[in-house]
C-alpha cells in the first residue's frame, strides 16, 4: 500500500495532514459564510423591513437548492475524483457570499442564498467520504471530531463578525470581507489537498446492506444515525437561526451584544463540547461498539431541560442555560457523524453521506427556520423556539434505539 493510501497518517506532514487541515478550513469558511445571514439579520429586516416568516424562507431555500443538488453530487463522488469538486463548490459559495454585498431587494437575496446550497452540496458531501478514505472506522471519530471543530468557529465568527461589522460599518461588509479567504483557500486545496484511494482503510465487512444503494433503505444503522440526526439538525438549525433575534427580544439585548454572546458561547461549547465528546466517544469505543449512538443519546437528552429554560425560564437564566445547552448539544457532533460513515462502505460512502445530508435538511433546518418564523408571526418568537424541544426528545428516542444497531468494528483478514 503507498503512503497516500495508509489508513492512518503519522507524519505531521503527510497527504492525509494537510488534506485534513484544509478541509478544516474549508469547513470554518463554510459556516461563516452560513452564519453570517442570521448575524446581521436584525440590520437587515431593519433596511428592507422583512418580517420574521420572510426572513425564515431564505434559509428554506439554500436547503431546498442543497436537497435537490445532494442526490447528484453524491453519486458523482462516488464514481470521479472528488478533487474538483470541492474546489468548484468552494468557489461558488465564496463568491455568492461576495455578491451579498450588492443586494439591494428580496428576489436578489432569496436567489443568492438559495444559489449557495449548490456548493455546500458538494463539500459537506464530498469531504467526510474523502477523510473516511484515510483513516479507518476506529480513527474516524477522532479525525470527524477534529474536522467538526469548525462548525463552532465557523458560527461564532459568522454570528460575532455580522453582528458587529454590521453595526459599525453596514451588514453589507461582513459579507465582502469573508468572502476572500474562501477562494484563497480553494486555490490551495488544488494544489496541496490529494485524493486517496477510495476503500483504502475500511476494515468493516462490505455486506449487501452496506455497500449498495438500495441496501441503504435496509441498514438500520444508517437509517437510525439518519434520522436522529434530522431531528436533532431541525433544533439546531431553528435554534441557530433565531437565536441572536431572541436575546434581543427577550433578554433585552443589542444586535451586536446578542451576536457577540452568541458567537462567544457557541465558540466556547463548540470546542469544548466537541472535544470532550469525541474524547469520551473514543474511550468508550475500545470496550463498547454502541458507544458512538450511546454517547449521541446522552448529548441530546442533556441539552433538553437546558434548553427549556432558555426559552421559558427567567431571563436572567438564558445565557448560562443556553451556555449548558450547548456544551451537551455539540458532545454528539464528531461521534453521531462518525457513527454515518461507519455504517456503510467505500463504494455508496458519498452517495450514503447524500442521502443522509437529503433527509436531516428535508426533515431538519430546511423548515424549522420558516416554521419557527410562522409561528413566531402568529404567536411569539419564544413559542415558536418551543417547538425544538420537541424535535430534541425525537431525537434521543430514535438514537437509543439504534444502539443495537451499530457494527460491530471487527478488523477484515488480513
Same mark, same amino acid.
Given at each position: 500500500?503507498?503512503? #497516500?493510501?495508509?489508513?492512518?497518517?503519522?507524519?505531521?506532514?503527510?497527504?492525509? /495532514?494537510?488534506?485534513?487541515?484544509? &478541509?478544516?478550513?474549508?469547513?470554518?469558511?463554510?459556516? +461563516?459564510?452560513?452564519?453570517?445571514?442570521?448575524?446581521?439579520?436584525?440590520? +437587515?429586516?431593519?433596511?428592507?423591513? $422583512? %418580517?420574521?416568516?420572510?426572513?425564515?424562507?431564505?434559509?428554506?431555500?439554500?436547503?431546498?437548492?442543497?436537497?435537490?443538488?445532494?442526490?447528484?453530487?453524491? $453519486?458523482?463522488?462516488?464514481?470521479?475524483?472528488?478533487?474538483?469538486?470541492?474546489?468548484?463548490?468552494?468557489?461558488?459559495?465564496?463568491?455568492?457570499?461576495?455578491?451579498?454585498?450588492?443586494?439591494?431587494?428580496?428576489?436578489?437575496?432569496?436567489?443568492?442564498?438559495?444559489?449557495?446550497?449548490?456548493?455546500?452540496?458538494?463539500?459537506?458531501?464530498?469531504?467526510?467520504?474523502?477523510?473516511?478514505? /484515510?483513516? %479507518?472506522?476506529?480513527?474516524?471519530?477522532?479525525? #470527524?471530531?477534529? /474536522?467538526?471543530?469548525?462548525?463552532?468557529?465557523?458560527?461564532?465568527?459568522?454570528?460575532?463578525?455580522?453582528?458587529?461589522?454590521?453595526?459599525?460599518? *453596514?451588514?453589507?461588509?461582513?459579507?465582502?470581507?469573508?468572502?476572500?479567504?474562501?477562494?484563497?483557500?480553494?486555490? #490551495?486545496? $488544488?494544489? =496541496?489537498?490529494?485524493?486517496?484511494?477510495?476503500?483504502?482503510?475500511?476494515?468493516?465487512?462490505?455486506?449487501?446492506?452496506?455497500?449498495?444503494?438500495?441496501?441503504?433503505?435496509?441498514?438500520? !444503522? /444508517? #437509517?437510525?444515525?439518519? =434520522?436522529?440526526?434530522?431531528?436533532?439538525?431541525?433544533?439546531?438549525?431553528?435554534?441557530? *437561526?433565531?437565536?441572536?433575534?431572541?436575546?434581543?427580544? =427577550?433578554?433585552?439585548?443589542?444586535?451586536?451584544?446578542?451576536?457577540?454572546?452568541?458567537?462567544?458561547?457557541?465558540?466556547? %461549547?463548540?470546542? !469544548?463540547?466537541? !472535544?470532550?465528546?469525541?474524547?469520551?466517544?473514543?474511550?468508550?469505543?475500545?470496550?463498547?461498539?454502541?458507544?458512538?449512538?450511546?454517547?449521541? =443519546?446522552?448529548?441530546?437528552?442533556?441539552?433538553?431541560?437546558?434548553?427549556?429554560?432558555?426559552?421559558?425560564?427567567?431571563?436572567?437564566?438564558?445565557?448560562?442555560? &443556553?451556555?449548558?445547552?450547548?456544551?451537551?448539544?455539540?458532545?454528539?457532533?464528531?461521534?453521531? *457523524?462518525?457513527? +454515518?460513515?461507519?455504517?456503510?462502505?467505500?463504494?455508496?460512502?458519498?452517495?450514503?453521506?447524500?442521502?443522509? &445530508?437529503?433527509?436531516?435538511?428535508?426533515?431538519?433546518?430546511?423548515?424549522?427556520?420558516?416554521?419557527?418564523?410562522?409561528?413566531?408571526?402568529?404567536?411569539?418568537?419564544?413559542?415558536?423556539?418551543?417547538?425544538?424541544?420537541?424535535?430534541?426528545? !425525537?431525537?434521543?428516542?430514535?438514537?437509543?434505539?439504534?444502539?443495537?444497531?451499530?457494527?460491530?468494528?471487527?478488523?477484515?483478514?488480513?
Amino acid at each position: 500500500m503507498s503512503t #497516500l493510501t495508509q489508513p492512518v497518517q503519522r507524519s505531521r506532514f503527510s497527504p492525509a /495532514f494537510a488534506t485534513l487541515t484544509l &478541509l478544516i478550513c474549508l469547513n470554518l469558511l463554510n459556516y +461563516i459564510d452560513r452564519y453570517l445571514l442570521p448575524g446581521t439579520q436584525s440590520l +437587515i429586516q431593519k433596511e428592507f423591513g $422583512w %418580517d420574521d416568516e420572510k426572513f425564515g424562507l431564505l434559509t428554506t431555500a439554500m436547503f431546498v437548492v442543497y436537497m435537490l443538488c445532494a442526490p447528484l453530487t453524491g $453519486w458523482l463522488g462516488d464514481r470521479v475524483s472528488r478533487k474538483p469538486l470541492i474546489v468548484g463548490g468552494a468557489i461558488l459559495w465564496s463568491l455568492l457570499t461576495l455578491s451579498t454585498a450588492w443586494v439591494h431587494d428580496y428576489r436578489s437575496m432569496f436567489i443568492r442564498h438559495a444559489l449557495v446550497g449548490v456548493g455546500e452540496a458538494s463539500f459537506g458531501i464530498f469531504a467526510p467520504a474523502v477523510l473516511s478514505d /484515510f483513516y %479507518d472506522e476506529r480513527s474516524r471519530n477522532r479525525i #470527524l471530531s477534529i /474536522f467538526y471543530l469548525a462548525i463552532p468557529v465557523g458560527a461564532a465568527i459568522g454570528y460575532t463578525s455580522g453582528g458587529v461589522l454590521g453595526s459599525m460599518y *453596514n451588514w453589507r461588509t461582513p459579507f465582502f470581507v469573508c468572502a476572500i479567504p474562501g477562494l484563497i483557500v480553494a486555490a #490551495l486545496y $488544488w494544489i =496541496f489537498g490529494r485524493e486517496p484511494e477510495r476503500g483504502a482503510s475500511d476494515r468493516v465487512k462490505a455486506t449487501a446492506d452496506r455497500s449498495t444503494f438500495l441496501g441503504l433503505f435496509k441498514n438500520p !444503522a /444508517f #437509517l437510525t444515525a439518519t =434520522f436522529g440526526l434530522a431531528m436533532l439538525t431541525f433544533a439546531m438549525g431553528g435554534i441557530s *437561526n433565531w437565536i441572536a433575534v431572541f436575546l434581543e427580544r =427577550f433578554a433585552g439585548m443589542s444586535t451586536a451584544a446578542a451576536g457577540t454572546w452568541v458567537g462567544a458561547i457557541t465558540v466556547i %461549547d463548540g470546542i !469544548a463540547g466537541t !472535544a470532550v465528546g469525541g474524547f469520551i466517544a473514543q474511550r468508550w469505543l475500545k470496550t463498547n461498539h454502541k458507544a458512538l449512538y450511546l454517547l449521541s =443519546f446522552w448529548s441530546v437528552v442533556l441539552t433538553i431541560p437546558f434548553g427549556a429554560l432558555v426559552f421559558f425560564g427567567p431571563r436572567a437564566w438564558a445565557l448560562p442555560s &443556553l451556555f449548558a445547552a450547548e456544551f451537551f448539544l455539540f458532545l454528539n457532533t464528531g461521534p453521531l *457523524n462518525a457513527a +454515518i460513515v461507519n455504517s456503510v462502505s467505500a463504494p455508496v460512502r458519498a452517495t450514503a453521506i447524500s442521502v443522509n &445530508l437529503f433527509c436531516i435538511h428535508f426533515f431538519g433546518d430546511t423548515f424549522s427556520p420558516g416554521i419557527i418564523g410562522a409561528v413566531s408571526v402568529r404567536s411569539n418568537l419564544r413559542l415558536a423556539l418551543g417547538v425544538t424541544l420537541v424535535s430534541l426528545i !425525537a431525537s434521543a428516542i430514535i438514537l437509543g434505539s439504534g444502539a443495537r444497531f451499530a457494527p460491530r468494528l471487527e478488523e477484515k483478514p488480513a
